[in-house]
């Protein structure tokens, strides 16, 4: 047996991996669509072109296949897989097979979106816009204010009823003693988490606590005891040790991911503005009901 012939056979198995497939396609549809003027139908025709386009994209994927210029036979091979693949797809859609099918009009979707945003080219984004963006975005960059405090609790689930009243009076003497954190550790009930808490962000004390808990423990100043604060647990005197005002970042500390965030916004904006444009080209018509009912 022929080292060419165990190649060729090599070669046809490789050509029919999905895989390849469906990058090949990719590629050659991004080609029609960006550099060709719209053709009839495949449905519709029975020529099917190979163009100096199509081929240098065949030999662009034999070259990432195996690292080499591929030689002629290769490149046949390649030629007649695509033929195989047109002929056969030109007679689904002739016979309607692309109909009712959600796989497949799925997958049509995907490759228009892939087509839309291969096709729109963004300028690179300078440092006006870019700073102009992580302002109104800062809270996903800064460093959020944080605090770190002690504090006495009350357990309502013991207490019941009475809990906000032990709260009170807890304070009272606590106030009346001038008691520091370190002298009231042993005061209240005990609390799962702890008496001393190290700098936490408001996001993070509504996690353990609740957003009105968290929200009143963000505004406390620091050294003294706080009236009772009600949380998801029961009451809270706390005690603000320090606080930690927002960390507020410069664009060149974060550049790249502020980069990348403005261009993925960027290019959903264009993508969306894309499908208006193509949107506006159908009539969308509703049933009478479905009419009356939108706003």
């Not at 839309?116 to 109104?136: H, K």
């Not at 929200?215 to 706390?238: I, K, N």
């Not at 320090?242 to 261009?263: K, S, W």
Request: hydrophobic share 40%; proline share 6%.
């Amino acid at each position: 047996m022929s080292a060419g012939s165990t190649g060729g056979r090599r070669l046809r198995a490789i050509l029919h991996e999905p895989l390849l497939h469906f990058a090949l396609g990719g590629a050659l549809l991004f080609l029609a669509y960006y550099h060709y003027a719209p053709r009839p139908s495949p449905a519709a025709s029975k020529d099917i072109v190979i163009t100096e386009a199509n081929l240098a994209s065949f030999r662009s994927e034999l070259q990432q296949l195996y690292q080499r210029p591929p030689n002629q036979v290769e490149l046949n091979e390649l030629i007649e897989d695509y033929v195989h693949t047109e002929v056969l797809y030109r007679e689904a859609l002739a016979l309607g097979l692309d109909k009712g099918d959600i796989v497949v009009r799925r997958r049509m979707e995907q490759k228009m979106r892939f087509l839309i945003e291969g096709t729109t080219r963004l300028p690179p984004a300078t440092d006006v816009e870019l700073n102009a963006w992580l302002e109104t975005h800062r809270a996903d960059f800064d460093e959020p204010a944080r605090v770190r405090f002690s504090q006495v609790f009350v357990s309502r689930e013991l207490r019941g009823d009475g809990s906000d009243a032990v709260a009170e009076k807890l304070r009272a003497d606590l106030v009346a003693r001038s008691a520091t954190p370190e002298q009231a550790a042993e005061t209240g009930d005990a609390f799962p988490a702890g008496f001393d808490f190290d700098l936490l962000s408001e996001r993070e004390l509504v996690r353990y606590f609740g957003p009105d808990f968290a929200a009143a423990v963000m505004t406390l100043p620091e050294g003294s005891w706080s009236q009772p604060l009600t949380s998801t647990y029961g009451v809270h005197l706390v005690w603000v040790r320090e606080q930690v005002p927002t960390q507020h970042v410069t664009l060149d500390a974060v550049r790249e991911r502020v980069r990348y965030a403005f261009d993925q916004e960027r290019q959903q904006h264009a993508n969306d503005a894309r499908f208006a444009e193509l949107r506006s080209h159908y009539t969308i018509e509703l049933p009478h009901a479905s009419m009356a009912s939108q706003p």
